[in-house]
């Protein structure tokens, strides 16, 4: 199975960026599809963005549409998700996953097997 670690939270100003990265364990990386949800302090988990097996197939929630952009290089095993002009209402934890099927949509948290640990932001106004 798939170990997800995730990384580069932070905090920062509002208009800043950051990029955070989810190294995976295993041989088997490039077979799964990844997304990356957040949660906000009494908020439900919220899905932001997913990258295809081949990194050529992108979705994002529209909230994020422009800024973030999702990307992967299969040979280190990792996904990255680059935060351009943050905005407060960006701040949340946020995770880094692995699904099998991306299927009609990579937003349902069941198609996702693995998960990572979690990685704070924090946008400053």
């Known amino acids: 199975q798939v170990q997800l670690v995730g990384s580069g939270g932070g905090l920062v100003q509002a208009g800043g960026s950051l990029r955070l990265s989810c190294a995976a364990s295993g041989r088997t990386f490039s077979t799964y599809y990844m997304g990356w949800f957040r949660q906000a302090p009494g908020k439900e988990r919220e899905f932001v963005a997913a990258?295809?097996?081949?990194?050529?197939?992108?979705y994002y929630v529209d909230s994020v549409k422009g800024r973030f952009t999702c990307s992967r290089d299969n040979a280190k095993n990792t996904v990255y998700l680059q935060m351009n002009s943050l905005k407060p209402e960006d701040t949340a934890v946020y995770y880094c996953a692995a699904g099998a099927a991306w299927g009609s949509s990579p937003l349902p948290t069941r198609k996702y097997d693995y998960w990572g640990q979690g990685t704070q932001v924090t946008v400053s106004s």
């Open positions: 990258i295809s097996r081949s990194g050529v197939s992108t």
